[in-house]
């Protein structure tokens, strides 16, 4: 009599350690930095100099309206990425947002390094990219406004600098990037704490790109709205090899009935990585504390499991 063979079905390969672990999530940081800058970059080239440039519009034929582009423009491009990249690294996209994480919501911190790492070389490689495209645009713009040379407006397609009237002082900037920084890492712990009132179905993503869009509505033009050290600092390098100069390091220029400012580029990095820490802070003191007082519960802890209710079987 033959006997009976049991077949076992085969167990799935498993994932090799570099795809599961921190390589995956700096690929996804990258990535998810290098969309923001390529849709957030172009949307100001575009305002700046693709439309008039192209024939499309009228010189000053918009006006005001070109801030809303450009508003929009960064909005989508953190929705977007923020899609792309969340499934593996959760997708901080900003160094301030890693930081406060660490801070305040127990991040590895050996892997704050590597993630900041791999989002200035994702928005490095973005403005690459959106110079490449822009390339013809840009130069056009400053043979017309500047004789040929590279100039603080083509330069701030890509990375920021304070409004005339800061007058070179630089605490002005600091606080607003402080600020615009606090206001949105502290919602996006608003949004993304499964014990609060937060989107549902994955919408998320959605509602953290029109807290960018609401800030650069409200605050943009004070210093460009960083909010985000890796996207001033990336496309900040770029500009400084692809020949800027002290634009973009260290950050100085004669502002236009305004006076000057000089060494600037510190101002995008340290604020926003002081205004991500104080979000955090702010919304545990408001809101965290008292949401973990009722449900007894962190802010990435899952739901509990009901206990059967009644005429319910039970194993």
């Not at 999530?25 to 172009?42: H, K, P, R, T, W």
């Amino acid at each position: 009599m033959a006997e009976a063979t049991e077949t076992k079905a085969a167990e799935p390969t498993p994932r090799t350690d570099w795809r599961n672990g921190i390589v995956g999530e700096m690929s996804a940081e990258f990535l998810g930095m290098f969309i923001i800058i390529l849709l957030g970059c172009g949307s100001v080239a575009l305002a700046l100099v693709g439309l008039v440039g192209s024939g499309r519009q009228q010189p000053d034929t918009f006006g005001p309206a070109n801030w809303l582009i450009i508003a929009w423009g960064w909005g989508l491009a953190v929705t977007f990425a923020i899609f792309a990249s969340g499934g593996v690294s959760g997708a901080h996209l900003n160094p301030a947002v890693t930081l406060a994480f660490a801070v305040r919501r127990g991040f590895a911190w050996s892997k704050v390094v590597p993630f900041w790492f791999a989002q200035v070389l994702g928005g490095l490689a973005g403005a690459g990219v959106v110079y490449a495209v822009y390339t013809s645009a840009i130069s056009a713009f400053d043979q017309a406004n500047s004789g040929g040379h590279k100039s603080q407006a083509t330069f701030s397609i890509f990375a920021t600098f304070p409004a005339p009237y800061f007058h070179g002082n630089m605490w002005g900037p600091v606080i607003d990037q402080i600020v615009g920084t606090a206001f949105l890492v502290g919602v996006v712990c608003a949004l993304i704490d499964r014990r609060n009132n937060g989107p549902l179905s994955n919408l998320a993503p959605l509602f953290i790109g029109l807290v960018v869009v609401a800030i650069g509505m409200t605050y943009g033009v004070n210093a460009g709205y960083a909010i985000n050290p890796a996207r001033d600092l990336g496309p900040r390098l770029f500009t400084w090899f692809a020949g800027w100069g002290h634009y973009a390091f260290p950050g100085s220029a004669t502002v236009p009935k305004g006076g000057s400012f000089s060494g600037y580029f510190w101002v995008p990095i340290v604020g926003p990585l002081v205004g991500g820490v104080v979000g955090a802070c702010v919304y545990d003191l408001f809101i965290g504390q008292f949401l973990k007082a009722r449900t007894g519960r962190g802010p990435d802890d899952p739901e509990p499991v009901p206990e059967p209710g009644p005429g319910e079987a039970t194993a």
